[in-house]
């Protein structure tokens, strides 16, 4: 069970780039999954989330209107769009999987990072 990210980069402000979390020996589309980027000395955030029934999906206010993220089922991949991207975005990004159980959280499993980094 595991994910492996990659996608991420050196991209000049207002630039773009696409993130993709691979997963392998479990169903993505059966759980919630996740991007949380960790800037320099600060926590792992929590930026954007796409939900197992439906694939509805939710945003900070931080990347709302940048940032889109997406699965395909069928390559069994989470991706994270992201767009006008801005210094302040520079993190390491993790992407997460987890269930949510009835009474909270019972597993979760996170990928190992993909280094994002905006500037000119």
């Known amino acids: 069970v595991q994910l492996v990210e990659s996608g991420g980069g050196l991209v000049q402000p207002g630039g773009s780039l696409r993130l993709s979390c691979a997963a392998s020996?479990?169903?993505?589309?059966?759980?919630?999954m996740s991007w949380h980027p960790q800037a320099p000395g600060k926590e792992r955030e929590l930026v954007a989330t796409i939900f197992s029934a439906g694939g509805s999906t939710r945003y900070e206010d931080s990347v709302k209107g940048r940032f889109s993220i997406s699965r395909d089922n069928a390559k069994n991949t989470m991706y994270l769009e992201m767009n006008s991207l801005k210094p302040e975005d520079t993190a390491v990004y993790y992407c997460k999987a987890e269930d949510p159980g009835v009474y909270g959280p019972t597993w979760h499993v996170w990928g190992q990072g993909t280094q994002v980094t905006v500037s000119s």
């Open positions: 020996g479990f169903t993505a589309s059966n759980y919630v």
